[in-house]
T-cell receptor, first 114, second 113 residues
Framework: EPEVTQTPSHQVTQMGQEVILRCVPISNHLYFYWYRQILGQKVEFLVSFYNNEISEKSEIFDDQFSVERPDGSNFTLKIRSTKLEDSAMYFC????????????FGDGTRLSIL | AQKVTQAQTEISVVEKEDVTLDCVYETRDTTYYLFWYKQPPSGELVFLIRRNSFDEQNEISGRYSWNFQKSTSSFNFTITASQVVDSAVYFCALRGSARQLTFGSGTQLTVLP
């Protein structure tokens, strides 16, 4: 069964540095998403992406964040000038075109900011 | 604004018991979709079930069943004959007119042998 893959599984970065989290969505999916989960808390929506542009974003997704689909397969989340509070699990997800299609999640990237 | 409430923070049951996880939601959208996801200790999010707002028929899938009641804005999830491998955090999620999922805070289910 096709799945969403995320790399790396764990990223450790010094505060102030930039990080890029990578995702390969399911190949025939049209919508792509990033969510984050701070340890022990609920999963929070960051951004959705469709037709090569951001379709929705949350208040969390400020100028520090950006997303890109640099080629036909990868979907990346860039965090500039990381802060301690950016430490979290970041999940990528993708879904098909119909509204009732579930979002399928990758295994996540654990980001640790030191 | 959308909201999902999972009032049960933690539940413990003994293996083979049935367990129901509660979910109450709020939305102003007339068409919406409800989902349950499982997050085992390894951390990934696994899709379990979905329900459309215009279909209130309740279903059973293997050991899973769900009870969707629009009148009370509830979407409860039942695991029959629980197993130790069912131990995980279970999240209820809502999708309205926007595609983003709004998650509840999760229920930690522990199934004891």
């Amino acid at each position: 069964e096709p799945e969403v893959t995320q790399t790396p599984s764990h990223q450790v970065t010094q505060m102030g540095q930039e990080v890029i989290l990578r995702c390969v969505p399911i190949s025939n999916h049209l919508y792509f998403y990033w969510y984050r989960q701070i340890l022990g808390q609920k999963v929070e929506f960051l951004v959705s992406f469709y037709n090569n542009e951001i379709s929705e974003k949350s208040e969390i997704f400020d100028d520090q964040f950006s997303v890109e689909r640099p080629d036909g397969s990868n979907f990346t989340l860039k965090i500039r000038s990381t802060k301690l509070e950016d430490s979290a699990m970041y999940f990528c997800a993708s879904s098909g075109g119909q509204g009732n299609q579930p979002q399928h999640f990758g295994d996540g990237t654990r980001l640790s900011i030191l | 604004a959308q909201k999902v409430t999972q009032a049960q923070t933690e539940i413990s049951v003994v293996e083979k018991e049935d367990v129901t996880l509660d979910c109450v939601y709020e939305t102003r959208d007339t068409t919406y979709y409800l989902f349950w996801y499982k997050q085992p200790p390894s951390g990934e999010l696994v899709f379990l079930i979905r329900r459309n707002s215009f279909d209130e028929q309740n279903e059973i899938s293997g050991r899973y069943s769900w009870n969707f009641q629009k009148s009370t804005s509830s979407f409860n999830f039942t695991i029959t004959a629980s197993q130790v491998v069912d131990s995980a955090v279970y999240f209820c999620a809502l999708r309205g007119s926007a595609r983003q999922l709004t998650f509840g805070s999760g229920t930690q289910l522990t199934v004891l042998p």
